[in-house]
């Protein structure tokens, strides 16, 4: 019983405590404006998401290569993917606003010359296509914490990686370009595939090496230079992709791929895309190139922790600016703690069962 029902600390009690809270403060908000409050919401529910997720991806790449970064950070992976019924529950709004969120259902402010595209975009279909990803993802996280061990595994994780990038691509095209339904991009979903990664890695690599379970004299120079390359490639692998895709776009000027882009560098969100590209890229890519920064915990778990954070502006450079002019609203942090205190809640627990099961 204690396997399966991991004991609860008083602290994630307590961020559970106010996230409830702060998702009631995000319903009384939404009577008044439920557009502004479920575009938060969807906003912290794709940052909340990315941990989860990614962690199923890594640890498919860590059963397809091989390597001592997996097994230091497979018990912060192992609890991050265990969040991902949790986030499938937590997506039931997003659904149910359909309607309200995105431009495309509603019938009548619908745009006529996006007629071609009810037959991927329409209420019903969007619902089956977000149950369908999520079967399939709980079905990867669940098939690689069994599988991890058998000699099977390769073969799995190399089917589930392909598999992990047509569902994310989907995902991607329903929750964040169609909030845009005349933008076309087909970068979108390697580039957020690649984005949970890196939040993933991130946040594993700050709580495996600052956690309170976390044995100093296991933090070889050799291990941390290891965890800190992951996150290095990853930084460079999220950039480039980034870049490539700004880049594609200014070069053809076609107006199905500048209109997502117009709002985002014409408004007062090109300082995120500023801040974005100084802190999010080049400044960490800069302390992971020095070998003696990553060979040091301190500086590793802040780089980690600086990078799973960062993702924060990341996701709301991908949602908020084609449907808010302003920068924020009381609702975005509100919907983040919400979803963020649930999100912890056994978090810890699930990650000191697995510490105990690989001793």
Not at 210 to 235: C, E, F, K, Y
Request: aromatic share 12%.
């Amino acid at each position: 019983m204690n396997r399966h029902w991991p004991r609860i600390s008083h602290r994630e009690g307590i961020a559970a405590a106010i996230g409830l809270l702060a998702l009631a403060a995000c319903l009384v908000l939404g009577l008044r404006a439920p557009h502004q409050v479920l575009l938060s919401y969807l906003f912290a529910w794709l940052f909340w998401l990315a941990p989860a997720l990614g962690s199923v991806g890594l640890l498919m790449v860590h059963a397809l290569t091989g390597g001592d970064w997996g097994l230091a950070l497979r018990p912060a992976l192992l609890a991050a993917s265990r969040r991902l019924p949790l986030m499938a529950l937590l997506l039931l709004p997003v659904l149910i606003g359909a309607k309200v969120l995105f431009p495309w259902a509603d019938a009548q402010a619908a745009d006529p010359d996006l007629e071609h595209q009810r037959w991927w975009l329409n209420v019903p279909f969007f619902i089956v296509r977000a149950v369908v990803v999520f079967a399939l993802w709980l079905w990867l996280a669940r098939g690689i914490r069994r599988r991890s061990a058998w000699p099977s595994a390769r073969v799995f994780a190399a089917g589930g990686l392909v598999l992990y990038a047509l569902t994310v691509s989907v995902a991607a095209v329903d929750w964040v370009m169609s909030l845009v339904p005349r933008w076309h991009s087909t970068t979108l979903g390697i580039l957020l595939g690649t984005a949970q990664l890196l939040a993933a890695a991130g946040l594993a690599v700050w709580i495996s090496v600052t956690g309170r379970n976390a044995a100093p004299a296991s933090w070889t120079p050799r291990r941390l230079n290891d965890l800190g390359s992951i996150l290095m490639v990853l930084v460079l692998a999220w950039g480039y992709l980034a870049f490539m895709d700004y880049l594609t776009v200014w070069i053809a000027d076609l107006p199905s791929e500048t209109v997502w882009y117009l709002p985002r560098v014409n408004t007062g969100w090109r300082w995120l895309g500023a801040f974005l590209v100084l802190f999010h890229l080049a400044l960490p890519f800069a302390v992971l190139l020095s070998r003696q920064a990553r060979q040091r915990a301190a500086w590793l778990a802040g780089v980690a922790l600086w990078l799973f954070i960062a993702q924060i502006g990341y996701v709301g450079w991908l949602v908020l600016p084609g449907l808010r002019e302003h920068a924020l609203a009381w609702s975005d942090p509100l919907a983040w703690i919400g979803i963020g205190g649930l999100w912890w809640l056994g978090f810890g627990a699930r990650r000191r069962a697995a510490l105990e099961a690989q001793a």
